[in-house]
Every structure is written in C-alpha cells, then in structure tokens.
C-alpha cells in the first residue's frame, strides 16, 4: 500500500477566539480523519504489537491567556524503531504542537515551555489541526534512533473571559514490522525569522536551495493572527503550497512523492494585513507576533538523529 494521508479535523473553535468552523465541517473532516487513520490500521507493513500512546496532562488556558505547553516522556522502545503512522487527538483551541525527538529522556512533569512558543529541536511530527493521522507510504518511515523520547509542546490560545482547561493532547505511534523501511522520513523546516509587518498590507519573503535531492510527501504553512496569504514555489516553476488560513490550513499531500533535485531554490512569503497600528516582528505570540514558515516531509534523510533540513529558530539563534 502506498499512502500518504494528511487530514485535519475540526477548525479552532468560535469560542476560543482563534477560528471558526461550521458543525458540518467538523463532521466532514472528523470523518475523514477517522477514515485516514482505519486506512493506517490496514498497513501490511504496521507491527501492531509495538503501538505507543503518549499523552499530557491536562492543563488550564487562563482567560485572555496564551500558553507554551511542554512535557517529556522516555524512550517508549527499547530499541531503534520506525514509525509508519503518527495520529493525534488533542483538545480544540491549539494553535500547533510539536512531538520533538529527546535522547535519553525521563517521563517528566507537565510544565511551561522553558523557551516558550519557540521551543525547537529534531522532529518528525508537527500539527496545527485537534485530529491528525499521517501514515508515510510503502517503505518509508520516521525512524526513531535507541534511546530517543520525546518532548510534547503545546500551544493553546484562549481569546474568552473565563478559564479553560484543556484535558487531551495524545500522540499514537504505529510502529513498521522490522525490515520493511527503507528510506527514512524527515522534515524541511524553512522559518523567515526576519518576517515583519508594518501597519497595513505588507508580504515577506524568504528562499532556500536544497543541498541534497529530495522526493516531498506533503507541504503546508504556519503563519500567525493578520496573516492572509501564503505562497511557496520552486525554482522551476512549480507551486508546491498556498493557502489564505493562517490558524488551521490543511496541508498538501503528494501521491507519488514529488522529486526535487539538489540545487532547487524554494521560495515561500507571507502576507500580512496588520490592522493593529503598530509593527509586529518575528515571535512566539499568535496574536501579537508574526511567522512565516513552510513545513514540507520528505525523504531520505542522512542521519536519522538529525531529520530537519532547512533553516530553523535553533539556526537562527
């Protein structure tokens, strides 16, 4: 079987200020995510017996509030495994969450995010959407080196007058039978840290040059509030994504993977209608910061301990 999924599920909900959905699109995208994840529940290359749940504590979103999230869980495999399909289940008001790669982590407290909103490190799994199932296609896996926990950051945003709590942010991890994974999975992770929005109508815009050929399984975007257009195309003429949602834009899977050779330059802006009257500058804030980020998998990685390619908040610091 050769899939690559992404479905998201529900928008962020009205009363959490953030977005907005109709009861018929959380219907439709719930059901396309429960569909998603049956398909993954069907992979012939999927070793059942070592599926693993991490998930965190519950947590309070103070009214008016913003918060980073983080929690460290240990290894869940004794040994070197690769995952075929990560699914999440998360409580809705995210604004994203990470699952980043630790090596010898120890199951931890639930606790603020030591660097807040620009928490960063080797990752494999990244959602803006409550529900969302990936399964990598035939062969191809996120391996997940001996030793390596994670550390689960969320970000939740709570625009009412009355405090939330926020009881769900669980990661499932589908594991491949040994032998099966062949190419390994990472993530080109390409972040403008110098995007800026003046008062009004302004677009920001970035490039990268791939150093290695790669074949993407799927792009997609994070912008922050005021964002109203995303682009990345490539070199040669390709759009690889667009979207005008910058609180939950679904992302783009390939079917085939779509090969970029060694020497492609990836070009993505961001516009911004900053109604606020002042300048907002790169930061962790949603509402009071600005980002522009294209998210893009891929394979093959060189060094599975290292699956990012591209700039990143860790580079830029």
């Known amino acids: 079987m050769n899939l690559w999924k992404i479905v998201s599920a529900v928008a962020l909900v009205p009363f959490l200020g ?168 990472g993530v080109l992770y390409l972040d403008n840290t110098a995007v800026m929005a003046p008062p009004g109508i302004s677009t920001s815009t970035s490039s990268y040059t791939l150093q290695q050929d790669v074949q993407l399984m799927s792009s997609a975007s994070h912008m922050h509030h005021y964002g109203t257009n995303f682009v990345s195309t490539t070199s040669t003429g390709l759009t690889l994504f667009t979207t005008t949602e910058w609180a939950e834009p679904p992302g783009k899977p390939y079917s085939p993977p779509l090969p970029l050779a060694s020497g492609t330059t990836i070009t993505w802006s961001c516009t911004y209608d900053n109604t606020g009257g002042t300048l907002l500058s790169f930061g962790e804030s949603a509402l009071k910061n600005v980002m522009c980020i294209s998210i893009s998998i891929f394979f093959p990685v060189s060094d599975v301990n290292n699956p990012v390619l591209g700039s990143s908040i860790e580079q830029a610091q």
């Open 18 to 185: 953030c977005g907005s959905s109709t009861s018929s699109d959380q219907a439709a995208s719930s059901s396309a995510d429960a569909s998603a994840l049956s398909i993954a529940l069907d992979d012939p290359e999927t070793d059942f017996t070592q599926t693993k749940t991490i998930t965190m504590d519950s947590f309070v979103v103070p009214a008016g509030g913003e918060v980073y999230m983080c929690q460290n869980f240990a290894a869940p495999w004794a040994d070197q495994v690769d995952i075929k399909t990560y699914s999440l289940q998360m409580s809705a008001g995210s604004h994203h969450m990470f699952a980043f790669y630790v090596s010898n982590a120890t199951d931890g407290a639930l606790e603020p995010c030591p660097n807040g909103g620009l928490q960063f490190g080797a990752f494999t799994f990244t959602a803006q959407q409550p529900q969302l199932t990936e399964t990598f296609p035939a062969t191809v896996g996120a391996t997940i080196p001996q030793g390596t926990g994670f550390q689960l950051m969320a970000h939740y945003l709570n625009a009412t007058s009355t405090d939330i709590e926020m009881t769900s942010v669980a990661l499932t991890m589908y594991v491949a039978k040994p032998g099966v994974v062949t190419q390994h999975a």
